[in-house]
């Protein structure tokens, strides 16, 4: 078992930059592999960007590729999405999500993430 805790959501106006954190416990936290998603209002929920469990390969959607990055510190069972150049259309609940080894993207194709967080509310502003 996972217990999954996201952080750093907030208010933002477009162009700024946020950091999410997703803080892991539970669970040896560096043989997971670890995903944000999102879900805005009225929208599906869509897979964001993911991680490996060593950090050595990364996915992330097209609509976030360049503005956003996934880190992750596998001493602090933490990991991260800083967010630039931030957008109206990025204002969604933020989830983070792991999976026991897994894979990425693997995990995101075949959606086959176990745990996940509360969630932490983006809302950029125009």
């Known amino acids: 078992q996972v217990q999954l805790v996201e952080s750093g959501g907030g208010l933002v106006q477009a162009g700024g930059s946020l950091r999410l954190s997703c803080a892991a416990s539970?669970?040896?936290?560096?043989?997971?592999?670890m995903g944000w998603y999102r879900q805005a209002p009225g929208k599906q929920r869509e897979a964001v960007s993911c991680?490996?469990?060593?950090?050595?390969?990364?996915y992330y959607a097209d609509s976030v590729k360049g503005r956003f990055r996934i880190s992750r510190d596998n001493v602090k069972n933490t990991m991260y999405l800083q967010m630039n150049l931030l957008k109206p259309e990025d204002t969604a609940i933020y989830y983070c999500?792991?999976?026991?080894?897994?894979?990425?993207?693997?995990?995101?194709?075949?959606?086959?993430?176990?745990?996940w967080g509360q969630g932490t509310q983006v809302t950029v502003s125009s």
């Open positions: 991680i490996s469990s060593s950090g050595a390969s990364t």
């Open positions: 539970g669970s040896i936290f560096s043989i997971h592999t």
């Open positions: 999500a792991a999976e026991y080894l897994g894979g990425c993207p693997r995990s995101i194709h075949i959606a086959s993430f176990e745990y």
